[in-house]
């Protein structure tokens, strides 16, 4: 803490400085090491004489002429339909944002709104609806969905995505409702506005950055989703991360673990691009409703 | 008044409010309120067993009656009655959840405690509890305490240099489970870099993940560490904003310790908000499942949830009830988890009518 006051010896801010040095290593190398590694061949990157071949490429040098490759991402992209999975993905993401957010919105400004004592349950049962873990949620589904043969298909998925969102979009939209003062849209109510009008027209326009935060965090929940994607889902349907999963093969048959690295560099880039860019929003989000207690 | 007026009260009409809270609560109803019954009934059935017919086969030297399995009428049965064949607690109570025979029978031919609880902790249903609360126990209080360690030290350097800082510390937290533990398990594995050099560190060439159940435990912990720590830095930071500033410079000039001064002034401070982490982290880490696949440690690690996924994804026939009895069981955990939450919010609100 910087304070004017406040004066750190020499000792310990060097101490901090290779503290942070060391963490920031810890959180970035992997991925840096990931991404080099996806340029190389299987056998520099998994290397069974010596790791030091996924530095000075050995074995890539040897099968691809160069000391770098991008045939894992044009074998992954193609023959292993890489771009199907993505564009699944993208499908799944849109839809789920744009809805969770419509949803979202709606119900978490009548939250914010009400004094009624059943708010307050609503929001209690949301948290307990938050901590149910996903898989036990899909396993209730996948029978009533076999029934009704409605498995496999992207539209389902979509739904269940959105729905499990919402307890989270609630949540977090709710804490930013609570900031937008009650003065306003009861001015628009005077001034002979619906609620629907108020919410339309007055407080939407100021939520802009809440709506943000909860559209980027719908957007990564559905984008990172395992769980539902690879159990809801047929292998056609598949989205990036299933898809990732059965690169890696099982015990019956082998997978191509250099698609799944350069799938997994795919998958994660565009990822930390919309981070970078939306950094502020991400950090608001997660402090959102907690600073507060 | 004549005019059901919102403004005097100051609250939304009831109309009103269940109109704006119609759609998210019906896809709330429907898609997680419902699962959870659908999910209670199917832990109370199990599948059909096949059926068999006698087949009296006869050649010159006699006949001779063997027993066969009567496809055509086992998947008859199994249209007719697509849950299965009800079985009551059966399910709960066999080999795969609670095993209350074989825990009676362990019981009862162990001679030391310390081979009674071997044998139970080898039953698949508490060998995956114990790892799952050994997960939670071990990676909770590391996430709090690395997280805030990070924030605070974050909370030094120069304001500059801190955005980049704070988008590198993140990264972990926003991959995937699954991508996150690959691309570790890519590195420890004995055929990546880290695992490479710890072979030769170790100078022992068969050292790898997979051949110990402890150093497979430890490295899964350590992944949940690294997942997770970044949310609990973020919240924090966040809260270390809000420190005021009038309490810590006159702790410095009463010559309060550095250590003295996070103690006395900046915890107790942010302690709301440590509880608020705490909470979030031990729900996401009760549901431990991906890093498993990741580290591809099914073998020596199972976790509650990754028993549920196991029974779904068996390739011959999808076990719904043993997936939905390890699920109402995940579930009165997590309701185990949570009421002491619930009960101090319980008495909040009564207190604050």
């Known amino acids: 803490m910087d304070y004017g006051l406040d004066r750190k010896s020499t000792s310990l801010k060097t101490f901090n400085t290779i503290f942070i040095i060391v963490w920031l290593l810890i959180a970035c190398f992997p991925f840096i090491w990931t991404f080099w590694g996806s340029f190389k061949v299987r056998a520099?990157?998994?290397?069974?004489?010596?790791?030091?071949?996924?530095?000075?490429?050995?074995?890539?040098?040897?099968?691809t002429g160069g000391k770098f490759t991008t045939d894992a991402y044009t074998q992954a992209w193609t023959e292993g339909e890489f771009w199907k999975a993505?564009?699944?993905?993208?499908?799944?993401?849109?839809?789920?944002?744009s809805i969770s957010l419509f949803l979202g919105t709606l119900g978490a400004y009548a939250l914010s709104r009400s004094t009624e004592r059943y708010a307050f349950w609503i929001l209690i049962a949301a948290l307990i609806f938050r901590a149910m873990p996903h898989i036990t949620l899909v396993s209730g589904y996948l029978f009533p969905f076999f029934q009704l043969q409605i498995w496999g298909i992207l539209p389902t998925t979509i739904v269940v995505l959105v729905a499990i969102n919402q307890p989270f979009t609630l949540w977090l939209l709710y804490s930013f409702f609570k900031t937008v003062p009650k003065e306003l849209d009861e001015s628009a109510l005077i001034d002979g506005c619906s609620y629907f009008q108020a919410f339309r027209h007055i407080i939407m326009p100021v939520m802009w950055p809440g709506?943000?935060?909860?559209?980027?965090?719908?957007?990564?929940?559905?984008?990172?989703?395992?769980?539902?994607?690879?159990?809801?889902?047929?292998?056609?349907?598949?989205?990036?991360?299933?898809?990732?999963?059965?690169y890696l093969g099982t015990n019956q048959h082998e997978g191509n673990l250099m698609w799944a690295v350069s799938a997994v560099v795919s998958a994660t880039a565009p990822l930390f691009m919309l981070v970078m860019f939306f950094q502020r929003q991400v950090i608001s989000g997660l402090t959102a409703g907690a600073v507060k207690g | 008044m004549g005019i059901n007026s919102p403004l005097t009260q100051n609250l939304m009409p009831n109309k009103t409010f269940f109109w704006f809270f119609l759609p998210t609560g019906l896809a709330m109803i429907l898609f997680i309120g419902l699962p959870i019954i659908s999910t209670g009934i199917q832990s109370f059935y199990a599948q059909h067993d096949q059926v068999v017919k006698e087949v009296k086969k006869c050649d010159p030297f006699g006949c001779t009656v063997s027993i066969v399995v009567d496809n055509e009428e086992t998947t008859k049965l199994r249209e007719a009655k697509p849950l299965g064949k009800f079985n009551g607690f059966g399910t709960y109570i066999d080999r795969n959840h609670l095993a209350i025979d074989e825990i009676k029978k362990f019981w009862n031919e162990t001679e030391n405690l310390g081979a009674f609880v071997d044998q139970v902790t080898n039953l698949p249903f508490y060998k995956a509890?114990?790892?799952?609360?050994?997960?939670?126990?071990?990676?909770?209080?590391?996430?709090?305490?690395?997280?805030?360690?990070?924030?605070?030290?974050?909370?030094?350097?120069?304001r500059k240099?801190?955005?980049?800082?704070?988008?590198?510390?993140?990264?972990?937290?926003?991959?995937?489970?699954?991508?996150?533990?690959?691309?570790?398990?890519?590195?420890?594995?004995?055929?990546?870099?880290?695992?490479?050099?710890i072979q030769n560190l170790m100078n022992d060439p068969y050292l790898s993940l997979k051949s110990s159940k402890t150093l497979t435990w430890i490295t899964i912990i350590i992944y949940g560490i690294w997942h997770h720590s970044p949310f609990a830095f973020v919240v924090f930071y966040a809260a270390l904003q809000t420190v005021p500033q009038e309490p810590v410079e006159a702790a410095i000039i009463d010559g309060a310790s550095r250590f003295q001064r996070i103690k006395h002034i900046v915890l107790p401070h942010i302690y709301p908000v440590v509880t608020f982490v705490a909470l979030i982290s031990l729900m996401d880490n009760f549901r431990v499942f991906e890093p498993i696949i990741g580290f591809s440690?099914?073998?020596?690690?199972?976790?509650?949830?990754?028993?549920?996924?196991?029974?779904?994804?068996?390739?011959?026939?999808?076990?719904?009830?043993?997936?939905?009895?390890?699920?109402m069981m995940t579930i009165v955990g997590i309701a185990i988890l949570l009421a002491p939450v619930l009960i101090r919010t319980w008495k909040e609100f009564k207190t604050a009518r």
């Open chain 2, 161 to 197: 240099i801190r955005g980049p800082l704070i988008f590198g510390t993140i990264l972990p937290m926003i991959v995937t489970p699954l991508v996150g533990s690959l691309v570790l398990f890519w590195m420890i594995d004995s055929q990546g870099i880290i695992g490479a050099n």
């Open chain 2, 129 to 158: 509890l114990i790892f799952t609360l050994t997960y939670c126990l071990f990676v909770t209080p590391n996430v709090l305490l690395l997280g805030f360690i990070i924030a605070l030290s974050l909370n030094a350097v120069a």
């Open chain 1, 44 to 63: 520099d990157f998994f290397s069974r004489s010596d790791w030091w071949y996924a530095i000075s490429a050995f074995n890539t040098l040897i099968e």
């Open chain 1, 86 to 97: 993505s564009k699944n993905t993208i499908i799944v993401t849109v839809f789920v944002v």
């Open chain 1, 211 to 246: 709506v943000i935060t909860a559209g980027l965090f719908s957007l990564m929940l559905a984008y990172n989703d395992f769980t539902v994607t690879a159990l809801l889902l047929n292998q056609e349907n598949h989205t990036m991360v299933p898809k990732i999963q059965s």
């Open chain 2, 297 to 327: 440690a099914e073998g020596s690690a199972q976790s509650l949830s990754w028993l549920i996924y196991d029974n779904l994804v068996n390739e011959e026939v999808i076990l719904f009830g043993s997936a939905a009895a390890t699920s």
